[in-house]
């Protein structure tokens, strides 16, 4: 006989959760007990105002899917924090804690590794190992304002992994997210980056969730944006902004084009000016703004950022252009900063600290 699996409570509704306490043959009421303690990262041992009898079938029946601290990195600069986050099953994923006037926006991940392949990227190194619950996103959320003692209000969907490359659970984890018996976050302070999986920006575009949708162009060509991110090669750039127009004319929301400026690559004034006019022929009056990224150094690739000249010169030339643009806010400069390098150095200090095998 094989062992029954554990619930992941987390990832479940409220009502979905007062179904599974029945089963236990528990009173419906000790579903807002159990939330109240999990939204605060405690494990159920210690939900102190639950029977014990309860609280030791919770740890043997249901999983518990809050993840670990397992390394941090704080800026001396601007006090980024930056976390890697132990999993249950022992794989490690990234969040990124930053403090702007408004209060606090927490970067997580959404899948372990990615399978999108972006040259200039870290996180897809190695590949994607799996994608992530529900549960884990939640996660990422809760043990951050745990370890920091600070309310997160906006959240950012641009960690490690691709977000509507784990779809289904990425929708649910929206809509707990947003749940008011769990974080109580409003879907218009989530924002949702992708690589451009034109089927599910369609599918995105029908939930009714008002999330802002973050589209990571880095090129104004085909052949120049296939070269650097090979999903291009799949949906190429005339498709993917007929599927931006379908969700902006569905939800009404703008949607914000990111732009990693890579040295020599995409950063020149023609670069802009071409940038400009694809977006113009394949957008119409579509409202759009412009994210300019200055590139984080990854060490295994060969790419190196834009200087601050060059992205000057390209957000004049695009606001020439009737583009708005602005360049980020470059926080966490003095850490493992870009997706996937905490990660991926801790791995190699592990792999290298273990001990050789003697079979081998």
């Known amino acids: 006989m094989t062992a029954q699996a554990k619930t992941d409570l987390l990832s479940l509704f409220p009502e979905e959760a007062r179904a599974k306490l029945t089963e236990m043959g528990e009173p419906t009421y000790r579903e807002q007990q159990i939330f109240s303690w999990l939204m605060k990262g405690k494990t159920y041992a210690e939900m102190k105002n639950l029977p014990l009898s309860l609280r030791e079938k919770l740890t043997e029946t249901c999983e518990w899917r809050i993840p670990t601290v397992q390394a941090k990195q704080v800026s001396q600069t601007d006090n980024t924090a930056k976390y890697l986050f132990r999993l249950a099953d022992g794989a490690c994923v990234e969040s990124v804690l930053m403090q702007y006037e408004y209060g606090y926006s927490l970067c997580i991940s959404s899948q372990v590794g990615c399978r999108m392949g972006c040259r200039f990227c870290a996180s897809t190194l190695g590949g994607k190992e799996r994608d992530l619950l529900p549960s884990e996103m939640l996660g990422q959320i809760i043990a951050a304002q745990a370890e920091a003692g600070v309310k997160v209000s906006h959240v950012v969907m641009m960690g490690i992994g691709e977000p509507l490359d784990n779809y289904e659970h990425v929708i649910r984890f929206l809509r707990l997210a947003a749940h008011p018996a769990r974080l109580g976050l409003s879907p218009r302070r989530i924002s949702l980056s992708t690589c451009g999986i034109v089927p599910r920006i369609l599918d995105l575009a ?86 300019l990224i200055r590139l984080n150094q990854v060490r295994e690739r060969q790419y190196v950022g834009a200087s601050t000249a060059a992205a000057a010169r390209f957000i004049a030339v695009l606001g020439k252009s009737g583009i708005t643009a602005t360049l980020r806010r470059r926080l966490g400069a003095d850490i493992d900063a870009a997706c996937g390098q905490l990660r991926r150095r801790v791995a190699s200090a592990a792999e290298d600290a273990a001990p050789a095998d003697p079979s081998c």
């Open 206 to 291: 029908e939930e009714e969730l008002p999330v802002t949708l973050s589209v990571s162009l880095h090129a104004a060509s085909d052949e120049a944006r296939s070269a650097i991110m090979p999903v291009n090669r799949t949906y190429p750039i005339g498709e993917l902004l007929a599927a931006c127009r379908r969700f902006f004319e569905r939800t009404g929301r703008r949607i914000s084009f990111e732009y990693t400026l890579l040295s020599g690559v995409n950063d020149s004034e023609q670069d802009a000016a071409a940038l400009a006019s694809t977006l113009r022929v394949g957008l119409g009056n579509m409202p759009v703004h412009v994210n």
